[in-house]
């Protein structure tokens, strides 16, 4: 194939051909794909908890959704981690609070027909604490739910954690007319201008305090340099951003959570330079990616360093959505080892199955990640988009590294484009494989653009 041009269907099928001879070889990380699971399941176990329940209502916490019961979580909290660990118990009922921040070997347990309603008011969420904002550190508003070097934490349960982000509060900060944002209303770009500026001239994490005034979005949920982290079975709804966002965190378990969500920016699960992560069983119907894997943002990114690597997505089903799993935009660090199957995706509101989104401005790695027996009703764009033009496009000094990118049996029903691949011409897609896949009902021919070693069986 010649770099650059767009092929339709037909003519890519030629040029590539079936297990193309001229395929490169993968190097033996890449090669042992699949076989590497079982090892990285065999370091995943999901922490265990004292045999102690501290019910929020001996603690003040009255439900009826008009108390707020803040000091209660926090006393309850507090109370369980002193005792040596336990269930934070959160009966039925509904429980208005502030931020929740959780200490070493406590589980925040929700039952049935409990919900934990977030009051939207952003005074309750300062202090500002040291967080990530779109992959750049700073000290922001607390996330709703938040751990900071814990291990052994958990958040589970039948019940809901509703955020009450909505038209009226929090999304409007975005600053689009389409969530509630005004031309005279408070937004958060000049604050995420400077906050990426800081990034870029290494200004002390301390020193970049946001928080009143600054518009910056707290997340959902937050787990920052934390090991053995457990979030199962809770439905999590209206968040003002990002809703589950594990940040260099070890040893990761989220199971048979439900993330429904359709404002700005609300992805579901967000990864970043985590190691060792399990997505399992899990409902995504999100305004944004349903997973999106980061490790970093720009200079902040390549500063820390830490890759996101060993994930394994399996059984999700993934409803509206920018895309089912994607990997970027904020991949400075790096991804690595990334592994979904069994999943199902299907909506005219989710634009591709898998995504890799990055540029010369982010600069790092996306390597070996594979994608097998994922049944793809409908998308409204590609089924496969790797695209090195995202936003900036190649416009800085760090071109990516995009390599070892496998898809097999996987089917998908109707979309826009099969494939639609866009590397540089000096820094091309590498190695890339579908096996055993069909797209159908494809309404635009295929893009590939600089792309070094295709493989198609």
Same mark, same amino acid.
């Given at each position: 194939?010649?770099?650059?041009?767009?092929?339709?269907?037909?003519?890519?099928?030629?040029?590539? #051909?079936?297990?193309?001879?001229?395929?490169?070889?993968?190097?033996?990380?890449?090669?042992?794909?699949?076989?590497?699971?079982?090892?990285?399941?065999?370091?995943?176990?999901?922490?265990?908890?004292?045999?102690?329940?501290?019910?929020?209502?001996?603690?003040?916490?009255?439900?009826?959704?008009?108390?707020?019961?803040?000091?209660?979580?926090?006393?309850?909290?507090?109370?369980?981690?002193?005792?040596?660990?336990?269930?934070?118990?959160?009966?039925?009922?509904?429980?208005?609070?502030?931020?929740?921040?959780?200490?070493?070997?406590?589980?925040?347990?929700?039952?049935?027909?409990?919900?934990?309603?977030?009051?939207?008011?952003?005074?309750?969420?300062?202090?500002?604490?040291?967080?990530?904002?779109?992959?750049?550190?700073?000290?922001?508003?607390?996330?709703?739910?938040?751990?900071?070097?814990?291990?052994?934490?958990?958040?589970?349960?039948?019940?809901?954690?509703?955020?009450?982000?909505?038209?009226?509060?929090?999304?409007?900060?975005?600053?689009?007319?389409?969530?509630? #944002?005004?031309?005279?209303?408070?937004?958060?770009?000049?604050?995420?201008?400077?906050?990426?500026?800081?990034?870029?001239?290494?200004?002390?994490?301390?020193?970049?305090?946001?928080?009143?005034?600054?518009?910056?979005?707290?997340?959902?949920?937050?787990?920052?340099?934390?090991?053995?982290?457990?979030?199962?079975?809770?439905?999590?709804?209206?968040?003002?951003?990002?809703?589950?966002?594990?940040? !260099?965190?070890?040893?990761?378990?989220?199971?048979?959570?439900?993330?429904?969500?359709?404002?700005?920016?609300?992805?579901?699960?967000?990864?970043?330079?985590?190691?060792?992560?399990?997505?399992?069983?899990?409902?995504?119907?999100?305004?944004?990616?349903?997973?999106?894997?980061?490790?970093?943002?720009?200079?902040?990114?390549?500063?820390?360093?830490?890759?996101?690597?060993?994930?394994?997505?399996?059984?999700?089903?993934?409803?509206?959505?920018?895309?089912?799993?994607?990997?970027?935009?904020?991949?400075?660090?790096?991804?690595?080892?990334?592994?979904?199957?069994?999943?199902?995706?299907?909506?005219?509101?989710?634009?591709?199955?898998?995504?890799?989104?990055?540029?010369?401005?982010?600069?790092?790695?996306?390597?070996?990640?594979?994608?097998?027996?994922?049944?793809?009703?409908?998308?409204?764009?590609?089924?496969?988009?790797?695209?090195?033009?995202?936003?900036? #496009?190649?416009?800085?000094?760090?071109?990516?590294?995009?390599?070892?990118?496998?898809?097999?049996?996987?089917?998908?029903?109707?979309?826009?484009?099969?494939?639609? !691949?866009? #590397?540089?011409?000096?820094?091309?897609?590498?190695?890339?494989?579908?096996?055993?896949?069909?797209?159908?009902?494809?309404?635009?021919?295929?893009?590939?653009?600089?792309?070094?070693?295709?493989?198609?069986?």
């Amino acid at each position: 194939m010649k770099p650059g041009r767009t092929q339709n269907r037909r003519e890519f099928l030629l040029s590539a #051909g079936c297990g193309m001879a001229g395929a490169l070889l993968w190097p033996r990380a890449a090669a042992a794909g699949w076989d590497l699971v079982p090892e990285i399941l065999g370091r995943i176990r999901a922490p265990v908890f004292a045999d102690r329940d501290f019910d929020i209502t001996r603690f003040g916490a009255l439900p009826g959704g008009v108390m707020d019961c803040t000091r209660a979580l926090r006393d309850a909290i507090d109370a369980c981690s002193r005792a040596g660990g336990g269930r934070v118990l959160v009966p039925a009922g509904d429980f208005p609070t502030g931020p929740v921040h959780l200490k070493s070997h406590v589980n925040l347990h929700l039952s049935p027909g409990s919900t934990l309603r977030f009051i939207p008011d952003p005074a309750l969420y300062l202090p500002a604490v040291h967080t990530r904002w779109e992959g750049v550190e700073c000290m922001n508003y607390s996330p709703f739910v938040y751990a900071f070097g814990q291990e052994n934490v958990a958040v589970t349960g039948a019940g809901t954690l509703d955020g009450q982000a909505d038209n009226a509060y929090w999304w409007p900060w975005n600053g689009s007319p389409f969530f509630g #944002g005004r031309r005279e209303g408070p937004g958060q770009a000049a604050a995420r201008r400077r906050l990426f500026q800081m990034g870029e001239e290494d200004v002390p994490v301390p020193h970049r305090l946001f928080g009143a005034g600054g518009f910056l979005r707290p997340n959902f949920l937050q787990f920052y340099r934390c090991r053995n982290v457990l979030v199962e079975g809770v439905t999590v709804r209206n968040s003002p951003m990002w809703q589950l966002h594990p940040v !260099l965190c070890t040893n990761v378990t989220v199971r048979g959570v439900s993330m429904v969500s359709h404002g700005p920016n609300n992805d579901g699960c967000n990864p970043e330079s985590c190691r060792d992560v399990l997505v399992e069983d899990c409902f995504f119907d999100t305004g944004d990616d349903c997973i999106a894997i980061k490790s970093g943002r720009n200079r902040d990114g390549r500063r820390i360093g830490a890759p996101s690597e060993n994930i394994i997505v399996r059984r999700c089903r993934m409803k509206d959505g920018h895309g089912g799993v994607t990997i970027g935009s904020e991949a400075s660090g790096g991804v690595r080892n990334v592994f979904a199957e069994d999943c199902d995706m299907d909506s005219p509101n989710l634009e591709r199955a898998l995504r890799l989104k990055t540029n010369s401005v982010r600069g790092g790695f996306i390597e070996n990640v594979f994608m097998r027996r994922v049944r793809v009703g409908q998308v409204s764009d590609a089924v496969l988009r790797i695209d090195l033009f995202y936003e900036e #496009g190649d416009a800085g000094l760090f071109p990516p590294t995009v390599r070892h990118i496998e898809m097999a049996d996987v089917r998908s029903s109707k979309s826009k484009y099969g494939v639609y !691949l866009r #590397g540089y011409p000096h820094a091309p897609l590498r190695d890339i494989r579908l096996l055993g896949c069909a797209f159908e009902n494809t309404s635009h021919p295929d893009v590939i653009e600089n792309v070094r070693g295709m493989t198609i069986e």
